[in-house]
């Protein structure tokens, strides 16, 4: 550094030189000599405040180090002393095993001999006599005094070996007979310290590391017995002093052992914080460079150390990654050594083979030997190629298990003298494969009820590219067989499509085009959730062509029947709006229960076998999961199945029901029963809910019904009021015996229900869409559903509420349903009409003949569709019918016939 002349040396401008001059620039760019003096005291302060700083982190860091060791120190004696009190366990419960067996004496000290860490065993009774021995200390430990024989069940001691250091003995006791065992040294202290040692109270040494060679602690650590027992005494924490052993300076410790009243004691040297002294010399040399350092460096130096750490951070992430993908599967990482013919499992790979689940190495053999023979040589051919021909992925089936892996190595070499390896992974794919298997089977159902539609079918992916389509598609817009392909984008298919396209009308309900053969398709698009979109088109020819027919009967009325013209378009409003309104909700309603009732069939297959297997992986049945967020994934699975599934059923029954299909299979019925029955069912959710459930029981007669639909009935009205009342609330249930038959009611103190409302809440799919409705679950199909199996019954249903108060539901149930008789229901429609005749038939006559000209006309002029029959067009009234029996005027003869319904069509 420049001493403290050459400030003012630098700051002279009188003198001359290139020094000088660069001196100058400085200071110019610091802002002037006034500044560059700041800045030159700033550093030298920044250089003095450093050096300062570090003495006094030195200071900090020496006591901070000897703090840290006295914690690691009592964190590593603490860790000791529960190993050894484990490892003392498992030598007792290895000693149980054999004592409390059936065997004979000879045979107990022969078995427990067997272990490793046993050097000796005898059995004795209780005047000390042996009645076996065992192993190299058996004469031994059979010459105990049976003063040190324990009163309990279990005492620990030792012996003093010829060297002078402590053999451990076990004594366990079973009624009078008593089991000396002698455990090798370093049993129970283990080898992590050598210093260490296993003691009583009183400096008895039980076992000691390799440099304790006295069975007296006093001795080993050459301290008196006054300190050592104020280091014993505490039973339940670790205790530390400071201590001199000759010339150094150590920490002397010792912890109580879990369970006993042993304690493990230790030594550990202290001193300064390791790298002390370099660090000062180190700091020195620092010092007397950072002048030049500093600026050139500072910064690179910390964007470099920035960029080290987000790597550093990144592989943490990818090892962290990695552990738990591994850990996580069902498979993990094998190896295999071409040099040494042997093969690596890593711990969850090894599982899966029903091994322990540790780090297993197995020859060449053994590790082929875990595959099915059929896989053996494919895998073994796909090992020895892979260094030639690189990556291998090979699925395989186990020898012995009904498991599938699938294989994924990749060659590489290792060390100095590049050996060969081949690494790679295992992942059970066995439900793989079986969803596998039920998807393609599922796959096969949609695409044969695509083929079978009459409809056109198409979807898009997200990219607009084709994905799925059916031969009617290709009928409609003549594309020759093969000419589509998976993956064509939208604007390719549009383009040729279009060649087959005369006109197109956009309609509300989708765009209508007219094809070259004279066909006319309605085709309408949808986006699906993922993007994608899904284009129908449906054939309308008929309708057209009804549509141009009618309009052209309708001009020649109105040019032949000038008098009868506000008749007649009052006429043809009401006739046409009739029919049409009355065939289109009878086929829509129609189409509507078959496609509801056969696609709720279609769905109940799979959903019955998502709802069993996810049942079986909830119970666990064939083995663990896993990873616990797997089960609770299969908790919603199966939640969201048997919900799905009772939806379908819902919507099957509202169907059999709209459609005029719902049987009912009654029997002798006690409703007290039924409802104690649901009750039962729906009380865990009331319990939930802190709700309570009132049944106002009284005494019923038995009635005919369906146990099903009431319990349904039931099971709604309930669930019902226990969803929509808050907590705190009840639900009242009531059965009133009439002599008729039965009055049922189901009253809650909830939210209660608006009277604008309550009518709605009859109809399927409705729901009150207010802020309460909109916090439960529900499609609206319930209290419709329940409304009609009662009327089914032959019994009436009604609802009373007061909003904020809550809501009364109350369905009665006859002795028997009555029989179904179907009633004409006579219309307004008809009723007009037959007002209208009258006036109409003044002038009928005459314009009779006219008619007929028409009639001429049309036919010559219509032109049949090269799909559908001609329609035939008559411009006749039809007759009337007799208003006295109140029935509504039917198709004449020569009405136009009924035309296909190409969504009925479709349904089926």
Aim: charged fraction near 20%; include cysteine.
């Amino acid at each position: 550094m420049p001493s403290d002349t050459e400030p003012s040396q630098r700051l002279d401008t009188s003198k001359g030189g290139a020094f000088t001059k660069g001196i100058d620039r400085i200071s110019d760019r610091v802002g002037g000599t006034a500044s560059l003096k700041s800045l030159l005291f700033a550093v030298g302060a920044f250089f003095v405040l450093l050096a300062i700083l570090a003495l006094t982190k030195f200071y900090y860091d020496n006591e901070r180090f000897s703090e840290q060791t006295q914690i690691s120190f009592s964190q590593s004696l603490s860790n000791q002393a529960t190993d050894v009190s484990r490892r003392i366990d498992t030598e007792i419960a290895w000693i149980d095993q054999a004592l409390f067996s059936e065997g004979t004496p000879e045979q107990i000290v022969n078995f427990i001999s067997q272990r490793e860490m046993i050097d000796g065993v005898a059995m004795v009774d209780a005047n000390g006599t042996a009645m076996a021995k065992a192993g190299t200390l058996g004469d031994l430990v059979a010459q105990l005094d049976s003063r040190n024989y324990p009163t309990g069940e279990v005492q620990i001691l030792s012996l003093v070996a010829e060297n002078g250091s402590a053999i451990p003995v076990i004594i366990r006791r079973r009624n009078d007979v008593f089991l000396l065992t002698a455990m090798a040294p370093q049993t129970f202290i283990g080898e992590l310290s050598a210093n260490a040692a296993l003691i009583m109270d009183g400096g008895r040494v039980i076992d000691g590391g390799a440099n304790v060679t006295s069975a007296d602690a006093l001795t080993v650590y050459n301290i008196n017995a006054q300190r050592l027992a104020g280091l014993t005494k505490n039973a339940e924490e670790t205790s530390l002093i400071p201590f001199e052993t000759g010339s150094s300076k150590v920490w002397l410790g010792t912890a109580p052992v879990p369970k006993s009243f042993l304690s493990v004691i230790d030594i550990q040297p202290r001193g300064i914080a390791s790298g002390l002294k370099e660090n000062l010399m180190l700091f020195a040399l620092l010092l007397l460079g950072m002048g030049w350092l500093i600026w050139m460096l500072a910064s690179q130096l910390m964007r470099q150390m920035d960029i080290l750490r987000q790597r550093q951070n990144e592989d943490e992430v990818a090892i962290q990654r990695y552990q738990a993908a591994v850990d996580g599967s069902k498979g993990g990482v094998w190896e295999i050594d071409l040099a040494k013919n042997t093969a690596y499992l890593s711990p969850s790979l090894a599982s899966v083979f029903n091994m322990p689940k540790v780090d297993t190495t197995l020859s060449m053999a053994q590790f082929l030997g875990l595959f099915a023979p059929a896989d053996r040589e494919r895998l073994f051919a796909a090992i020895r190629r892979s260094h030639v021909s690189g990556d291998f992925d090979v699925e395989l089936g186990l020898a012995h298990l009904p498991i599938y892996m699938a294989c994924r190595g990749r060659p590489s070499v290792r060390g100095s003298d590049h050996a060969k390896i081949i690494i790679g992974m295992a992942l059970d794919i066995t439900e793989m494969r079986g969803a596998q298997a039920r998807l393609q089977a599922a796959e096969t159902r949609l695409f044969d009820a695509l083929k079978s539609m009459t409809d056109s079918f198409v979807i898009w992916d997200q990219s607009d590219r084709l994905l799925i389509w059916n031969e009617r598609f290709e009928s409609f817009f003549n594309f020759q067989p093969g000419q589509l392909q998976v993956g064509i984008d939208h604007a390719t298919v549009e383009y040729n499509g279009m060649k087959n396209v005369v006109s197109v009308t956009e309609r509300a309900e989708g765009n209508e085009m007219e094809l070259q053969d004279g066909r006319w398709i309605r085709y309408s698009e949808t986006f699906t959730n993922d993007g994608g979109r899904v284009s129908i088109g449906t054939e309308v020819t008929a309708i057209r062509s009804r549509e141009r027919e009618l309009q052209v009967n309708q001009d020649a009325l109105e040019k032949t029947i000038s008098v009868l013209r506000k008749s007649q378009i009052r006429i043809v409003e009401l006739a046409e709006n009739y029919e049409q309104e009355k065939i289109r909700a009878e086929e829509a309603s129609h189409s509507k229960s078959e496609f509801l009732a056969n696609m709720s069939h279609e769905l109940r297959t799979p959903l019955n076998a998502i709802n069993g297997f996810s049942d079986i992986m909830k119970k666990e049945l064939f083995g663990p999961l896993g990873d616990a967020r797997y089960k609770e994934y299969v908790n919603d699975i199966l939640f969201s199945g048997q919900h799905l599934l009772s939806l379908i059923n819902d919507i099957l029954d509202m169907s059999k029901i709209e459609a005029g299909k719902m049987s009912l299979n009654t029997e002798e019925l006690q409703i007290n029963d039924m409802v104690e029955q649901v009750i039962r069912i729906v009380r865990g959710r009331a319990d939930e809910n802190r709700l309570k459930l009132i049944f106002e029981e009284k005494p019923a007669k038995e009635i005919e019904a369906d146990p099903r639909a009431v319990k349904q009935v039931l099971l709604n009205l309930i669930t019902n009021a226990i969803k929509f009342t808050p907590e705190g609330g009840s639900v009242t249930i009531a059965v009133e015996p009439k002599s008729a038959g039965l009055i049922v009611r189901v009253t809650d103190t909830g939210i209660g229900i608006s009277q604008e409302h309550i009518e709605r809440l009859a109809q399927p799919f409705e729901q009150i869409d207010s802020q309460h409705s909109r916090q439960h679950e529900g499609t609206g199909l319930g209290l419709a559903l329940s409304k009609s199996l009662v009327e089914l019954h032959g019994g009436n249903f009604s609802m009373e509420s007061t909003l904020g108060e809550g809501t009364t539901v109350t369905f009665t149930l006859p002795s028997s349903p009555p029989v179904k008789q179907e009633k004409p229901d006579p219309t307004e429609v008809g009723s007009e009409i037959t007002k209208l005749a009258n006036d109409i038939a003044v002038v009928l006559s005459a314009g009779e003949a006219r008619m007929d000209e028409t009639k001429s006309a049309v036919a010559q002029n219509t032109q049949p569709s090269q799909s559908q029959p001609p329609v035939q067009v008559n411009p006749s009234p039809p007759p009337m019918t007799n208003p006295a029996q109140g029935q509504a005027p039917q198709r004449s003869q020569s009405a136009p016939p009924q035309l296909p319904n190409p969504y009925r069509d479709s349904a089926a």
